[in-house]
């Protein structure tokens, strides 16, 4: 029998007590859960997972101008050089970079089924393909190297991968991270682009930046399925302790739809159109019935997901006796349309798991990035100075070309031939070895001056990099100019609004009673004075900005704007509607001197009206500060409520701040026919001494406002009758700041002016009005589609010679327009009476003109309540 090996004798075996050895195993275990797998890195934004994906596909090459490549092979390359983990982990890490309801900013662009906020789950990875997104591949990758990063050897040490991606963006905050690892988790929620940006500049300019200076310029997250935020004392105590509660509520509205047979019946209904962060639709509206079903819920007579490819809209039909309010307040009690989004922004830093705040986030972005820039700088430098040696030796030998002709024909070998060179033209052995090697194509006069030039560029760009290693505030311009610029291509407006519960209702959090919203003011169309012509706006809703806590509730009102330029308010009643027929009806063609209401806009005392003046300039003005109506009167005219200095200006169009500004901007035309297209998100900050919305020229004024999306067709015309059409993109209309003077729209002949602009789609139809009457309804597609700055197309013919066109109108189905007549009176037009034609003929009269009576104004009817 063999004799037993006794290892303690030995030495081989250590004894170690238990507790010892459990205590310091499960601590290894922890902290390679905490940094190897679960808690993103502060500088990047990334887990390790997302961040080898990222580097794998960078080198399979899938950017954003490569053919899209299966997921499958992403997975393959990520297995089986950085990441010996389960295939399904790492695919369901590249479904949600991809996911645009997940991530703020997907870092991924995907082809093919990855999956939806129903919570379906995504193809398998065989079908699925996918490349990276630009500001993926040009915020994490575009800088990626030796040069400005530190790189390590991968689990078999067969290939580098980096430590982190040299990051332009802080994406922990745009696109936010949750984790859970071994005693701790990271929760922290997505923000908007260029908010953070403005933060970042903000600190870099004011190191000592006060907090509720930097909250200002990163008012809370935004969460890329949109929502509301409506209390702030969550958002500050997660952006000042790095820990807080934010309670977060779906976008509702109120409707009235057709419903019973035949759908002859009208019920109120809650329309849904956004939800919270996270929240399973499909799940919700299941809970939704469930507690329909137990009788927890009351009011509830149909639930229906109307959702499609243009958005979420799910209606939840009323019951008679039931009122919006109550079943608002029970599903927000109730079920996930009002959830509570726990922050913890927690991450690494040095390697170690840290609980940080909003400005120690930022900072310690700012930090690597800082070193991230110097490496660079740095190692271009480095490169730079080793090339200009070259180019110094080669500039050399050709000053001394006979010379260095002499030195080869007579040298035994090469190693002679690169000793002479060194001796004689006084350079160093690389210069020798640079001009052996030398062609001969070189010798030419243009290969010489090409070397002068590259001599040249290399002087200056060695220049920059030393200035900006050896200033660090130049560094910092260059590091705000690199923001700026990513700013510029990948800000988009805030989805997620913030709207601050009032204090008696904010103390009790989810459970508070809030009065919910009415859909406020869509589709404005802006009506001018008689003394001008028509502009249009559309989908103006109200503001999304931050506001204080107001000590009042909102309250319902009804806005009425009329043909001169007046404005007045007053109480929602329930005969409302048959009210406002009638009174269209009795001032169809009103007596001289007689206003008529041409835009009725149901919105809340607590929305803000915009109001901007031919000067240039956007006004704010609160809708409870508009007098209410009193008896006959026709309100107080909107000049009135502008302040001192702006009063002597003429309004040319006005509208409810939009709440949703993501697909919106607009369109700002000049008398002189400049015309400039505008983010909408610059009206966010208003003050009471007025916006620049745009630079005029001393003899020129602002005439039509307008808003547009991208794709629609902007229609302008002039009283000639020509009509210039063209697509509102970036390249006819790119998006400008404030104080440009924008590009010219079209040439204009001496005599000749504007009379209007409108956004439209390309299968709407257009209003076309002369002077003397001539009307005719005409296609957008029966319009040559031209370019910004063609002459335009001529549209309408005129019977006289003193004719003119002198308004256009979108003309909607079922719709109204006010036309205003040199006698002072208002004849309105029903745009279905108006025949459709070509672009060739005069059109029809309109036969309730008088004798030498003419149009001077066309102005669109709208009434949204």
Known sequence: MAKQLNLLATGQVIPTALHAEMQQSYLEYAMSVI????????????????????????????????PYRKCARVVGDVLGKYHPHGDQAVYEALVRLVQDFSSRYPLLAGHGNFGS?????????????????PIGNEALLSEIGEATVDFIDNFDSSQQEPVVLPSQLPVLLLNGCSGIAVGMATNVPPHNLGEVIDGLIALIDNPDLADKKLWQLIPGPDFPTGGEIVELSGIREAYSTGRGSILVRGITQVEEIQSGRGRRQRRSAIVVTELPYQVNKAGWIEKIAELVNQGRIDGIADLRDESDRTGMRVVIELKRDATARDVLRQL??????????????????????????????????????EQTLTREYTHKLEQDERRLHIVEGLLASLRSLDTVIEILRNAPDGTTARDSLQTRLNISEVQADAILSMPLRRLTGLEQQKLQTEFDELTASIELYRRLLDNRSELLKALKKDLRSLKRKYA?????????????????????????SVQKGNNTKEAKSSKSNTTKTSSPTPTSKPQSPKPAEEEETILEFTLQGHVQRQRPTSEQQSTRSASRNATATPKKGDDVVVETHATVTQAELVVITNGGKAYPIKVRAIPPAAGRQTGTPLEKLLPDAAQSEAVVAHFLLPENTESQTLILLTQQGRVKRLDVSELANLTARGTTLIKLKDDDHLHYVNFAQIGQQLVLATTNGRILRFEVNDEQLPLMGRTAQGNQALRLSRREHLIGCAALAVDDHLLLVSEQGYRKRLPVSAIRRGNRGDIGTQALQFKTATDSLVGIAPALPKSEVALLTSAERVVILPIDSVEVLGKDGTGDRIHKLKPEEKIISVTAMATQL
């Open 492 to 516: 988009d407006p805030r989805r997620t609004k913030i709207r601050p519960l009032p204090p008696e209702t904010e103390e009790k959090g989810k459970e508070a009673k809030k009065t919910p």
């Open 332 to 369: 927000h009690k109730q079920t996930a349309l009002s959830s509570n989004f726990g922050a913890i922004m927690l991450a690494l830093v040095d390697g170690q798991p840290r609980q940080l705040t909003l400005r120690q986030l930022l900072e310690e972005f700012l930090r690597f990035r």
């Open 117 to 133: 906020v129903d919570n379906d789950p995504p193809a398998a990875m065989r079908y699925t393909e996918t490349r990276l997104s």
């Open 35 to 66: 940094v190897g797998r679960a808690l993103p890195d502060v500088r990047d934004g990334l887990k390790p997972v997302h961040r080898r994906i990222l580097y794998a596909m960078h080198e399979l090459g899938l950017t954003p101008d490569r």
